[in-house]
Each structure stands twice: as C-alpha cells, then as structure tokens.
C-alpha cells in the first residue's frame, strides 16, 4: 500500500492546481480527487481504487453543502483509506489545565491526573487528497454534561467516543492546512511531516521550522485484529474557538484493523524542539498508558457547528 501511495503523492507533487477557498488559495495535485470532485466524490469510481477496501459506510453518509469560513463547502469530509497510532498518557491535571481555556475541563483518570495524547494519522485516499497529520491533545468532559460517571470514562478510553482539545496539529499539505486553519479553527500549520504504518512497524516523524527533529515515533505495531465496515465506529468530538465563538467538530472513524497495547515495550517517542515538543512538554507527562494503532480505517469529518460551552463559574 505504501509503495503505491508514495509513488502517486510524488508524481502528483509536481503537477498541481490552485484552488479558492473563501479567499485563501491552496495547491492541490492536478487530477487528484479534489480536483475532480471538488468534496462531490464518485464513490463507485472510488471503490475500484486497490488501496480502497469498501465505501459502504459513505454511502450512509449523506453529503450536505454548508456555508463556511471558507466558502461553501460539502461536508463531511470523506477519508477511504488511513491508518493512525496514538499514544495516550497520564498527566498532572495542575499542567493540563493550565493549557485549556478556562471553559474546559481536563477529564480526569484519577482526582489530579488527566489524559493526553500523542496522535500520528496517514490519510492515503481521502477527499483532499494524500496527506499526514500529527496531534497533541488533551481529554476533555464534555462541554455540555453533568458529572461524568466511571462508565463515561470507560467507554473514551476504549476509543468509541472522546471529547477532545487540541494543542498541535501539523500536516504536510496545502489545502489540509487551510480549511483546518480557516475552516475548523484548528492551530494548523505546514511542515515536513511522514508517517508510516504497517503490520509490523510504526513510525512517525515531524520536523520543525528549521528542518530538524520536532517530534519522532518509533513502535512495533500491536497485533491487528480485523473489524466488518460499520462494527465498530468510534467518534472525537473536537473544541474550537472560531470567530469568538465555541464549535465542536465531530470525526467518526470505522475501525477496520487495529490493535492495542498497554505496555510501552518496543516503543520509542522522542521529543526534539518545535511547537509539537514544546506542547507536550508543558503538558508534564508522568507514563504512557495505551498505545493504539490502526493500520486501517476510514473516517467522516464533519465541519464544525456552534455549540454552548457553559462559563466557569470559579
């Protein structure tokens, strides 16, 4: 999968088009699936992709055009084929609150001891086209619940459904970085950034302003275990300020083959410096919790939609 993939960003790479999204311009590859589809996909010429396993589940998805920060747009965004890893870890509550805007809430494992994580995804077929993402995040209560129960906090760190605030998301393209900026209030920016994911192996490198070492991931993949499309659809809704304003995005992701590990044996993070290493660190990490790859998936991300996140009232 890899070989094919890499060959096609590649060639695609030196041949682009540049594209309008509410007044700000981005690159995208001549032929590649924005600019043939503009979020209007053919999914039947999609399923005959080979690194494309099904598109069932888009199929029950239906696309609605919105208005946007950056014009009108289709949502959600589709993603056929991409793999991800994460590495969940304990952290001070003291430290990871004092990264969150006041309005949010560190969801906490134990009375002073929130959740983070490290975050590394490879988006191979997807509506944008080829692109890698890294994230450092932070577990949040939702922003519109009561007191959260044992059962909430068993079923997120099972990766059905989180809430989530993030601190660093960098990508390596173009048109990802402007409509997750501008679109999605998300702090985007663009950098030399590969990710890859097979059976056997994890790896992950992001590099800083400067060419050098951001932040690197090297792990043996946990044992995969395969899931039919639709089995197991797990969900991350997202916090965001745009415009003054709170919104939340939702990204549903079906599972199709993911392992977990909860020991932290054949993986190495390292922190270098840059934005992604500077985040985390102020994040005060204590231990690695759980480590969770999934060498394949696909996922829908909505646009985001305004939600009521309630003042503190200390």
């Given at each position: 999968?890899?070989?094919?993939?890499?060959?096609?960003?590649?060639?695609?790479?030196?041949?682009?088009?540049?594209v309008?999204?509410?007044?700000?311009?981005?690159?995208?590859p001549?032929?590649?699936?924005?600019?043939?589809?503009?979020?209007?996909?053919?999914?039947d010429?999609i399923?005959?992709?080979?690194?494309?396993s099904?598109?069932?589940?888009f199929?029950?998805?239906?696309?609605?055009k919105v208005?946007?920060p950056i014009?009108?747009?289709?949502?959600?965004?589709?993603?056929?084929t991409?793999?991800?890893?994460r590495?969940?870890?304990?952290?001070?509550?003291?430290?990871?609150?004092?990264?969150?805007?006041?309005?949010?809430?560190?969801?906490?494992?134990?009375?002073?001891l929130?959740?983070?994580?490290?975050?590394?995804?490879r988006?191979?077929?997807?509506?944008?086209?080829?692109?890698?993402?890294?994230?450092?995040g932070?577990?949040?209560?939702?922003?519109?619940?009561?007191?959260?129960?044992?059962?909430d906090?068993?079923?997120?760190?099972?990766?059905?459904?989180?809430?989530g605030?993030?601190?660093?998301?960098?990508?390596?393209?173009?048109?990802?970085?402007?409509r997750?900026?501008?679109?999605?209030?998300?702090?985007?920016?663009?950098?030399?950034?590969?990710?890859?994911?097979?059976?056997?192996?994890?790896?992950?490198?992001?590099?800083?302003?400067?060419?050098?070492?951001?932040?690197?991931?090297?792990?043996?993949?946990p044992?995969?275990?395969?899931?039919?499309?639709?089995?197991?659809v797990?969900?991350?809704?997202?916090?965001t300020?745009?415009?003054?304003?709170?919104?939340?995005?939702?990204?549903?992701?079906?599972?199709?083959?993911?392992?977990t590990?909860?020991?932290?044996?054949g993986?190495?993070?390292?922190?270098g410096?840059?934005?992604?290493?500077?985040?985390?660190?102020?994040l005060k990490?204590?231990?690695?919790?759980?480590?969770?790859?999934?060498?394949?998936?696909?996922?829908?991300?909505?646009?985001?939609?305004?939600?009521s996140?309630?003042?503190?009232?200390?």
């Open positions: 999968m890899s070989s094919s993939s890499s060959s096609s960003s590649s060639s695609n790479q030196q041949d682009t088009v540049k309008d999204l509410g007044g700000r311009e981005a690159t995208v001549k032929g590649g699936l924005y600019d043939r589809y503009r979020m209007t996909p053919d999914l010429a399923a005959r992709d080979p690194r494309v099904g598109v069932d589940f199929r029950r998805l239906p696309k609605i208005d946007s014009g009108p747009t289709l949502t959600p965004n589709f993603y056929y991409m793999s991800s890893a590495l969940t870890m304990v952290a001070p509550t003291r430290a990871i609150r004092a990264r969150l805007p006041e309005e949010l809430s560190p969801l906490e494992l134990a009375p002073g929130g959740l983070i994580s490290v975050m590394f995804f988006y191979d077929v997807c509506d944008i086209d080829f692109y890698t993402e890294a994230a450092v932070v577990a949040v209560k939702p922003a519109r619940h009561g007191k959260l129960g044992f059962f906090l068993v079923t997120g760190l099972k990766n059905e459904h989180l809430d605030y993030v601190l660093s998301l960098p990508v390596n393209s173009d048109i990802a970085q402007v997750g900026h501008d679109g999605y209030g998300f702090p985007k920016w663009v950098t030399d950034l590969d990710v890859d994911i097979n059976d056997l192996r994890t790896t992950a490198r992001v590099a800083n302003d400067a060419g050098g070492l951001d932040l690197s991931l090297l792990a043996d993949t044992t995969q275990r395969a899931y039919p499309s639709g089995e197991r797990g969900s991350l809704t997202s916090y300020k745009i415009n003054g304003g709170w919104h939340s995005t939702l990204n549903q992701t079906n599972v199709l083959n993911a392992g590990t909860r020991g932290t044996k993986v190495t993070l390292q922190l410096e840059g934005r992604m290493s500077d985040d985390l660190r102020s990490p204590k231990r690695t919790i759980q480590f969770d790859v999934m060498t394949e998936g696909q996922a829908a991300l909505h646009m985001p939609v305004p939600t996140v309630p003042s503190r009232s200390k």
